[in-house]
């Protein structure tokens, strides 16, 4: 069983920065894309970012030019550098590992991360 370790939540004020991260499996067979969804109270989960095996990253557009998603190889680690944050980011932010290897599909999900901005 995989299981992802996320943290880097907390409660900010609009406007100052936060970093998320995600620890993963030590070694992946195959590609993966691996990433943060987000869900806030009321709404479905959505992307927030995610960044693939290769290195080429994906942003929601409410998030473009405010949030960075990176990578280490040191057990498949993900982080969100997350600037300028807007009270609308407040959400429970999952740490989320999809692998595809010959033809088969897996995915993972971490257990949330509360991601607070309130003035």
């Known amino acids: 069983q995989v299981r992802l370790a996320e943290s880097g939540g907390g409660t900010v004020q609009p406007g100052e920065s936060l970093t998320l991260s995600c620890a993963g499996p030590?070694?992946?067979?195959?590609?993966?894309?691996m990433g943060w969804y987000r869900q806030a109270p009321g709404q479905e989960r959505e992307l927030a970012a995610t960044i693939t095996s290769g290195g080429s990253p994906k942003y929601a557009d409410s998030v473009k030019g405010r949030f960075t998603i990176s990578k280490i190889n040191v057990n498949n680690t993900v982080f969100l550098k997350m600037d300028n944050l807007k009270v609308e980011d407040t959400a429970v932010y999952y740490c989320n590992l999809y692998i595809s290897y010959v033809g088969d599909e897996i995915e993972y999900w971490g257990q949330g991360t509360q991601v607070t901005v309130s003035s």
């Open positions: 030590r070694r992946i067979v195959g590609s993966y894309v």
